[in-house]
């Protein structure tokens, strides 16, 4: 495993360690690759997403910012989530009112991407986790819905909760050692 911040990095040594021991040589392509698995250029996708989102952002009621946020995240992907904000209960709502994540997109992570806890939506499948708020605004009302989706009982859900007020109190506690 390796955090978010660095998966690409070693993937790139990975692939790297994969050819040496295969005798080939190639031009490491990890940067410029698109993180949606499609074989363009980073800049390419990013350019055809963006002028896509345009006529498509009057076919939803979905913000601005909600888009671009499916579209950063979700690359060409994004119209299913944006498909599935109009089929699910509330999948247009936001999840954090300062965040532009929506309840569709903690759908999606339950059923497509097979997120178990609360701390794997808040940090790994949305930005949520890692904002200004850390999820404080929000991470009760989304165990809740993940309690909903996934049958928790409401053991469960206390500890789904602890767990996530247990990290965020870790991530503050050099504010507490400068005061």
Known sequence: GT????????????????LRTLGR????????LALDGSDEEVSRLAATAWLDVAPELAATRLGRETIETLVAT??????????LAGKVPDGEQRLCPQ???????????????????????????????????QG???????????????GWSPRRLAAELDAWE???????????ARA
């Open 3 to 18: 955090k978010l911040t660095c998966f690409r990095s070693l993937a790139e040594q990975v692939g790297d360690l994969v």
């Open 25 to 32: 040589r190639a031009e490491c392509r990890t940067a410029r």
């Open 74 to 83: 979700y690359g060409r992907a994004w119209p299913r989530l944006a498909d």
């Open 99 to 133: 965040n532009p994540e929506i309840a569709a997109q903690l759908h999606y992570a339950v059923s497509h991407e097979h997120a178990v806890s609360l701390q794997d939506v808040l940090f790994r499948r949305t930005g949520i986790g890692t904002s200004r708020c």
């Open 136 to 150: 404080q605004d929000c991470a009760e009302t989304i165990g809740r819905r993940m309690a909903t989706l996934l």
């Open 166 to 176: 247990s990290h965020v109190a870790r991530s503050q506690r050099f504010r507490s």
